[in-house]
């Protein structure tokens, strides 16, 4: 990562402790857009498939454009620095096309299991609802663990990051079954090396687009 620009003091002192000033004010923030995400619904929808599509949306607020906004006028550090950017795409391209194809096979078997399919009955399997929705939701999600966490943790915790983003990614998914939401502490690390490995949040994000997509197809298969 390049230096920082000296927008913003490197540190600060309270109650006697010596705080990073980005990772600090990163983390309190991470920790009130998943907060707010989880207790509230801004948008309105008529129908299941229009409340998945205006949650999308809000997240794409919350977990993009709050995101990029913190790290372009406050703390005026470039995007790139947090994996907003093509990063290596020959690598990053390799090891998701390997991943997706490894993978295919256990993510079918797991969705049609009786408590996935069950869960993942009400949402839309139609490729042209499906496919949009799940960008729109999963862009502000891989870029707020993949990217802005990531890359801002690794500040301090260097690639130990790679798994400590994926910590608050696994509780984000309490609620959904339980198999699911275990495997996401695997799932959420594997993300993340792909991050770091690709130097992008991208690579991840159509990973992930592809996991998420082949489950809702294949639970109601």
Known sequence: MQPHRPSLPETFRLAGLQLDTRVTVSLILATLLLLLDAYHRFLPGASFDDLL???AAERAVYYLAIPLLLV??????RLAEYGFSLGDWRT???WTAIFAVIGAPFLILVARTPVMTEYYERF?????RLIPTAAL????WEFFFRGFLLFGLMRLMGPTAVVAQAVPFALAHLGKPEAETLSTIFGGTLFG???????SFLYPFLLHWFVYSLVVVAAQA
Do not use: N, T
């Not at 090396?193 to 130097?199: F, H, I, K, T, V």
């Open 124 to 128: 839309p399997a139609d490729v042209q």
């Open 193 to 199: 090396w792909l991050a770091w490995r690709s130097r």
């Open 72 to 77: 372009g006028l406050i703390f005026r550090d």
């Open 137 to 140: 939701d999963l862009i502000g």
């Open 53 to 55: 599509l205006a949650k």
């Open 92 to 94: 990053g391209l390799k």
